[in-house]
C-alpha cells in the first residue's frame, strides 16, 4: 500500500535524504537521428543500428555530453554530486560517463535498470506512420486511454514507469542526509520524476508532456536544503550550456498527442 501526506506526495518522496537531484537526459543518440530520418522520409520503421538498449550517441550527442561535463565543472566541489547512477542503456551511460571524464569528478559511475527509457513492446522501431498502418487498433486503444495509462502489448504505461521510479527514490532513503544525486536517464523518465516529485495529476502531466519536449543533454534540478519535506524544481530542461559551447542543441521528442480521447 503506498501512503500519501497531505500533499499528495507519498512517503518515499517525503523522505528521502538526498538534499538534491540533478537529472540529466542523455545527449543526441543514433537513434534520435534515425526516428528523425524515419519520420521525414515517410517510412513505417525506423532503422535503427542495434536493439534500443544498445544505441550509441551519435557524434553530435558525444560533443553534448562533453560540453554537458564542462558545465559541471563548474559546481563547487563542496555542491558536487556524490553519487552518479545512470540508466544502463548505452546512450544515458556513455552520457554519464563522459560528463563525468570532462568534470574532472572521481565519482563512478553506477547503473540502475530501473531507470531504463519506457519499453514500446510491440510498437518498437515503429514510427506514428508505421503504427497507424499496422496497428490501427492499438493507435484507437492509445487515442482513449491517453499516454499515462496505455500499455502497448508486451511494453510499459507512462504509470508502469513512474512505479520504478518510486522504487528509486525510496532507496534514496538509505543514503542519509546531505546527499546530492545526479541521474542520467531518457525524456519519459524526466517527464514522470516530475509527476511523481511533485505530485502532479494526470492532467498536469500529460499538459506538460504535450507542450514540452526535453532537451538532449539537458539538466532538471530539484533542491530540499533540509533533507526532507517536498522537493522545490530549481531549473528544468535547461541546455543553454551547450548554446554557450557552440555545440547544437537537439530535442528529438516524442509524440505529443498524449490526451485521452
Known amino acids: ?40 522520409a515517410g517510412a513505417e520503421v525506423i532503422d535503427v543500428p542495434a536493439r534500443d538498449a544498445d544505441v550509441n550517441l551519435s557524434g553530435t550527442g558525444q560533443e553534448q555530453a562533453k560540453a554537458l561535463g ?46 531504463r527509457d519506457r519499453e514500446l513492446g510491440i510498437l518498437d522501431r515503429l514510427t506514428r506512420l508505421g503504427v497507424e498502418k499496422r496497428y490501427p487498433d492499438e493507435v484507437e486503444r492509445r487515442s482513449w486511454l491517453g499516454k499515462l495509462y496505455y500499455r502497448p502489448p508486451g511494453g510499459e504505461s507512462w504509470a508502469d514507469v513512474a512505479l520504478r521510479l518510486r522504487s528509486v527514490l525510496n532507496e534514496l532513503n538509505n543514503l542519509g542526509n546531505g546527499h546530492r544525486v545526479m541521474l542520467v536517464c531518457h525524456d519519459a523518465v524526466i517527464m514522470l520524476f516530475r509527476y511523481v516529485l511533485e505530485g502532479m495529476s494526470e492532467q498536469e502531466l500529460l499538459d506538460l508532456a ?4 526535453i532537451l538532449n543533454a539537458s539538466i532538471t534540478r530539484y533542491v530540499r536544503p533540509s533533507g526532507a519535506g517536498p522537493w522545490t524544481l530549481e531549473s528544468f530542461n535547461v541546455a543553454d550550456h551547450l548554446a554557450e559551447q557552440g555545440v547544437e542543441v537537439t530535442e528529438h521528442a516524442g509524440d505529443t498527442s498524449v490526451h485521452p480521447r
Open 1 to 40: 500500500m503506498i501512503f500519501l501526506n497531505d500533499d499528495g506526495l507519498t512517503q518515499a518522496v517525503q523522505e528521502a535524504g538526498a538534499v538534491e537531484l540533478l537529472l540529466v537526459r542523455h545527449g543526441e543518440s543514433e537513434g534520435n537521428v534515425a526516428a528523425t530520418e524515419a519520420r521525414l
Open 210 to 213: 504535450a507542450d514540452t519536449a
Open 70 to 115: 564542462i558545465a559541471l565543472a563548474r559546481i563547487a566541489q563542496e555542491f558536487r554530486p556524490d553519487a552518479v547512477v545512470s540508466s544502463p542503456y548505452a546512450r544515458a551511460r556513455q552520457t554519464a560517463e563522459i560528463a563525468v571524464e570532462a568534470a574532472g569528478w572521481p565519482a563512478e559511475v553506477r547503473t540502475d535498470e530501473r531507470l
